[in-house]
């Protein structure tokens, strides 16, 4: 059964101007995630994808609104209790890979892992890595890679705690046209194999027609199309 995991209600986020007043880059918006689902969110550059992306991975909170986690109310959680939520069961990706650049390709794969146990499982890192194509460079450093076998032990680190909801932010965004088809394709494989859900922030519209519910962000709130 797919049952609804995550759900945002009457979101706002503003921000404050320099000068006085706010930017109301969110402005009542509400989603609901479903588990095993694609879901993809396009808009115009500053029309707030990153921001909503953020605040639904508990990254930055909302000015007003509710999100519930599993029905649980993530603003009424505590710090320490939303970074344990993350790192068991959210997985990021962005434009940007973020690894380590002191570890290598496996080490960095297994980091959540290792953070949330303390402990090392070579194994299944291995199996994520075979999976998205680059387990021959598990030894290398992330200087050693192409824009594109970094995304994927970027992918491969998203998944190594088995996460209920993937986010990514434009994990294409750096990449030509042909990798970035790849990279998209190899994502979706990946979040259904592993029964991920995965909420895809992009601006290029190619990608909507492979995700299963497709929004696009428009003054503030979210248009189905
Ligand atoms: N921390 C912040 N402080 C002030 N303004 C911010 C902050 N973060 C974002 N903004 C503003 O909010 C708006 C939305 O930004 P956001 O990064 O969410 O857009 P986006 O849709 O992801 O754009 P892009 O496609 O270029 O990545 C922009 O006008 C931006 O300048
Ligand atoms: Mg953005």
């Known amino acids: 059964m797919n049952e609804i995991i995550l759900k945002c209600e009457n979101l706002h986020k503003y921000f404050p101007l320099p000068a006085e007043g706010e930017l109301k880059v969110l402005r009542g918006l509400d989603l609901e995630i479903v588990s095993q689902s694609s879901t993809g969110i396009i808009g115009v550059s500053g029309s707030g994808k990153s921001t909503l992306l953020h605040i639904l991975g508990s990254l930055d909170s909302p000015t007003k609104g509710k999100i519930f986690y599993e029905e649980k109310e993530m603003n009424k959680m505590s710090d320490e209790k939303l970074s344990n939520l ?3 069961h959210f997985g990021f990706i962005f434009q940007f890979h973020y690894l380590i650049s002191e570890l290598t390709v496996i080490e960095n794969v297994m980091l959540p892992y290792f953070i949330k146990t303390n402990r090392q499982n070579n194994g299944y890192a291995e199996k ?11 030894d290398y450093y992330p200087n050693q890679l192409s824009g594109g076998e970094l995304q994927r032990a970027a992918i491969a680190r998203a998944l190594m705690n088995k ?3 993937i986010f990514a932010d434009e994990p294409t965004g750096e990449l030509d046209n042909e990798n970035a088809g790849k990279v998209f394709e190899l994502l979706l494989n990946m979040v259904n194999k592993y029964k991920s859900s995965l909420i895809f922030v992009t601006h290029n519209n190619n990608f909507a027609k492979d995700l299963q519910k497709t929004y696009r962000l428009y003054l503030g709130q979210l248009e189905k199309i």
């Open 128 to 138: 994520l890595l075979s999976d998205v194509g680059i387990f021959e460079r598990k």
């Open 86 to 88: 993350r790192n068991a």
């Open 163 to 165: 996460p209920k909801i």
